[in-house]
């Protein structure tokens, strides 16, 4: 069974760029979940996506935006990227929401390079 | 921002001592889950203890809550070189408003900063 898969796993951007991330979550997770992780740094929360609505949103500028698709698979897009995106972005899916036992299964990450 | 701050932020020892993990956080919680992270890669799940949980173990591991204190711990015991990676406690806030009010956050967790773990061996 495969796991959380993400694409493309390295890029690099110049300042100003838009960029696309991609996530397919496990088979049967229908919650996916985005995270920044800076170099030396704890995942931050960008966003979280249960059938295909919004339920979360980290404190990001409106840069950052997500959507998730019929067959729970993600979306992660920033425009007019900073030096400071640089960064791995992580994607999470889980089963449908569990009442205090949220256990999120992580992807490999995709690593952006803004220049 | 973090929710937690970890202690200490790098950890050496030599193969067959324990590890000690610290972790602290500021607001109430639904649980409390340590991550485990090798080399920058994506992050897997260790254990997850609930807020009404004092103590749970798992193979090697053993975890502590202490919600009065709002801080935890992650014991590794007979630690090997195979357990050289960063590991992050995240927690689980419990939401006050919105249609989840009480309830989870729909897996927003909050992670701290992580203490490396270097194993020698």
């Known amino acids: 069974d495969a796991g959380v898969t993400q694409s493309p796993t390295h890029l690099i951007k110049t300042r100003g760029q838009h960029v696309t991330l991609r996530c397919s979550p496990i088979s049967g997770h229908k919650s996916v979940s985005w995270y920044q992780q800076v170099l030396g740094q704890g995942p931050q929360f960008i966003f979280q996506y249960y059938e295909k609505e919004e339920r979360g949103r980290g404190n990001f500028p409106d840069r950052f935006s997500a959507r998730q698709f019929p067959n729970y698979s993600s979306e992660l897009n920033v425009n007019a990227l900073l030096l400071g995106d640089s960064a791995l972005y992580l994607c999470?899916?889980?089963?449908?929401?569990?009442?205090?036992?949220?256990?999120?299964?992580f992807g490999a990450g995709s690593r952006l390079t803004v220049l | 921002s973090q929710q937690g701050e970890e202690d200490p932020q790098a950890l050496s020892i030599q193969e067959g001592e324990n590890a000690t993990m610290n972790c602290s956080y500021k607001?109430?919680?639904?649980?409390l889950q340590w991550y485990r992270q090798n080399s920058g890669r994506g992050l897997v799940h260790l254990i997850l203890i609930r807020s009404n949980e004092r103590e749970k173990h798992s193979g090697r591991l053993r975890v502590t809550l202490d919600t009065s204190k709002k801080s935890s711990s992650l014991l590794i015991t007979a630690s090997r070189a195979a357990d050289t990676a960063s590991y992050f406690c995240a927690t689980d806030a419990i939401s006050y408003f919105g249609p989840n009010a009480g309830g989870t956050s729909y897996g927003k967790l909050t992670f701290g900063q992580g203490t490396i773990l270097t194993v020698h061996p």
């Open positions: 607001t109430s919680i639904n649980n």
């Open positions: 999470a899916s889980s089963p449908a929401p569990l009442r205090g036992a949220n256990v999120l299964t």
